[in-house]
């Protein structure tokens, strides 16, 4: 079965400070990653895909087979970063995602 | 272009009913997943349609269904609803092909069964 697993519900930084949001996963095969974000009011919406190797809104993420890791890392954090991140996988070549259960970034000024 | 828009925003219905939830794609794609979204158990897949036709299917019960018109508009269906039904369900859109798998969501539709 396929799991996607963020152990933080809510992680608070200060502005400046450097991010990272953690997400293990568990899926035999070779999966598709994706971080995606919700900000306050607005729709889920995508952020990066493992795949894609981009950097978004300063956001980086890397694959870690090995330790079955999708990390969402960001050097310094802004006040706009803070929102509902949600990792997710799904099977290559399928539409069908799996979330984790989110952890709500909050940024202080 | 427009994005993905869901009918109706808010509902309330009673339990032992049933109702339908709409989607309408983004112009162009083939694709449509629906979601689950409830505090205890977070965003659950409950099927995806390309072409009309079911490609993926979650672990939901027979009572949740689904189908997608010619012009990929989809609509959900859950019948003698249950009041663990309540949720915010989005619908989700991409191409459904390999160039992207991109999913561009919905605002949802927000259901509580009393």
């Known amino acids: 079965a396929q799991r996607v697993t963020q152990p933080e519900k809510l992680l608070s930084v200060f502005k400046g400070a450097p991010v990272e949001l953690k997400c293990n996963y568990s899926y035999s095969g070779s999966p598709e990653l994706f971080w995606y974000v919700q900000y306050s009011r607005q729709r889920l919406q995508l952020l990066l895909r493992?795949?894609s190797r981009e950097s978004i809104k300063g956001f980086t993420a890397d694959l870690n087979k090995g330790e079955t890791s999708f990390h969402l890392k960001k050097p310094f954090a802004q006040e706009e970063d803070s929102a509902m991140y949600y990792c997710a996988l799904s099977g290559a070549g399928s539409y069908q995602l799996t979330f984790g259960k989110g952890t709500k970034l909050s940024v202080i000024p | 272009k427009a994005g993905v828009t869901q009918t109706p925003r808010y509902l309330i219905k009673t339990r032992g009913q049933q109702v339908t939830l709409s989607c309408s794609p983004i112009s162009g794609h083939r694709s449509v997943s629906w979601y689950q979204q409830t505090p205890g158990q977070g965003l659950q897949f409950l099927f995806e349609?390309?072409?009309?036709?079911?490609?993926n299917k979650g672990n939901f019960p027979g009572r949740f269904s689904g189908r997608q018109f010619s012009n990929s508009r989809s609509e959900m269906n859950v019948s003698t609803l249950e009041l663990g039904d309540s949720a915010l369900y989005l619908c989700?859109?991409?191409?459904?092909?390999?160039?992207?798998?991109?999913?561009?969501f919905g605002p949802g539709t927000r259901l509580t069964v009393t």
């Open positions: 493992h795949i």
């Open positions: 989700a859109s991409s191409l459904g092909d390999s160039r992207s798998y991109e999913q561009y």
């Open positions: 349609y390309f072409s009309e036709t079911q490609r």
